[in-house]
């Protein structure tokens, strides 16, 4: 395994670090005090506007997608470090260079599994930046971590489905410019393989019976630039059979397709928010005096960064360890290290801005600082994409299967 960059790496990293410098980080707080000004809190606020298009003019567009019909067609390997660097500002780098979530995914489900039709309709204004979309697959009246349970119901009348449900925390759907759903449901609630039980269809927003009921807060953050997280009703929605994704069963599959890579590029941008908390822990460290020192020469607050700094190396390394594996030997090839970084990564980084956060004091929980915001998001990490105990269960089961 080899993890050097190569030059097309190196030039892309060189650029998207430039760019976080010039662009980015001062956006921060004036895309917070622009927000104040709108008349809705869900409008995309002028400065990231802007900032899309002068990412789409440097060339920093569409960097996730390996399919270089519709992306930047770069290995995971090569997309792992420019991940990692968005990930210092997640709520607004991956958003300003399209390539943020749940778009990423569902661009990725589109181009994969989607008909020439639905990919013009849908894929390509996504790929332009010119829609936003959500997934919707969890519902709040089940153990939606076990994907065979939801009873969504997908019910075919002669050439329309009809939808009926509850999702709740669909991603992206408080957005103004969310024009689609993937909705997941059952076709065929009664099959005898469970796995076989599901479909996705294309659900436009605005079809009747579609109903987006109340934002979802996350530890009291509605997470704007990402379109929030709605609760949404599907009552008797109609769409043609047209709108079906692949085949007729074919949904748990499909979604299992599509978290692999989600799940990689969360753990790649929590690097990236882990070495923000660690510059934020060593700026404080140097600039703050207590009980007659530096807080740079208290033991603790040395054992804290040091600690952080050999953990945000080994995490890297285990990232792109399954990074180069997805690229040879494929996703399900590499499904005990998807695991592993989805298990690890989260709770690791939730410790490291922990301590990051108790070195800031009442900073750190305040506005003032982006370490609170940080905190709720990579806490949120350790459920969504499957939590973490759903991934222990498995990769625990895939070693014992080596002694049986």
């Known amino acids: 395994m080899d993890f050097a960059f ?103 489900v589109l181009a994969q599994f989607g008909d020439e039709a ?118 008797h929605a109609r769409v043609p059979v047209s709108n079906l994704i692949g085949e007729e069963g074919g949904g748990f599959a499909i979604a299992q397709a599509r978290l692999g890579p989600g799940r990689i590029h969360h753990c790649m941008r929590l690097i990236g928010m882990a070495e923000r908390a660690i510059e934020l822990m060593c700026r404080r460290a140097v600039s703050r005096d207590a009980f007659g020192k530096a807080l740079a020469q208290q033991g603790v607050v040395q054992n804290w960064i040091a600690d952080a700094r050999v953990a945000v190396e080994q995490l890297r390394l285990l990232v792109l360890k399954t990074a180069w594996m997805m690229d040879t030997v494929g996703n399900r090839g590499a499904h005990t290290e998807i695991q592993a970084i989805k298990i690890a990564t989260p709770r690791t980084v939730v410790g490291i801005l922990d301590r990051a956060i108790q070195l800031y004091g009442a900073g750190g929980v305040s506005q003032d600082f982006p370490l609170a915001e940080l905190y709720a998001g990579a806490r949120t990490l350790m459920i969504a994409d499957g939590p973490d105990e759903v991934h222990q269960r498995s990769l625990a089961r895939r070693e014992l299967k080596k002694y049986r």
């Not at 976080?20 to 917070?32: I, K, N, S």
């Not at 008349?39 to 789409?56: F, G």
């Not at 009747?208 to 990402?226: L, N």
């Open 118 to 235: 639905q990919k013009k309709q849908w894929l390509e204004p996504l790929l332009a930046g010119e829609i936003r979309s959500a997934f919707a697959m969890t519902e709040p009246d089940v153990a939606s971590s076990d994907a065979t349970n939801i009873t969504t119901h997908i019910e075919r009348d002669g050439d329309e489905y009809v939808i009926t449900g509850r999702k709740w925390y669909i991603s992206g759907a408080m957005h103004p410019d969310c024009k689609i759903f993937i909705v997941m449901g059952k076709t065929d609630p009664d099959g005898p393989d469970i796995r076989r039980q599901q479909s996705m269809v294309l659900v436009p927003r605005d079809t009747p019976g579609v109903t987006v009921k109340r934002a979802m807060q996350v530890f009291g953050y509605e997470d704007h630039y990402h379109g929030g997280h709605a609760e949404v009703i599907f009552d």
């Open 6 to 108: 190569d030059a097309r790496t190196e030039e892309l990293r060189a650029k998207l670090l430039a760019f976080m410098d010039e662009y980015v980080y001062p956006a921060e707080r004036t895309a917070h005090e622009q927000r104040a000004e709108l008349a809705s809190p869900w409008e995309t606020v002028p400065v990231v506007e802007e900032l899309k298009a002068e990412a789409r003019r440097q060339g920093l567009w569409n960097l996730f997608l390996p399919d270089e019909e519709y992306g930047a067609g770069l290995t995971n390997l090569q997309y792992a470090p420019l991940a990692e660097i968005m990930g210092r500002s997640p709520q607004i780098a991956p958003t300003v260079t399209n390539c943020a979530a749940p778009d990423t995914g569902n661009m990725e």
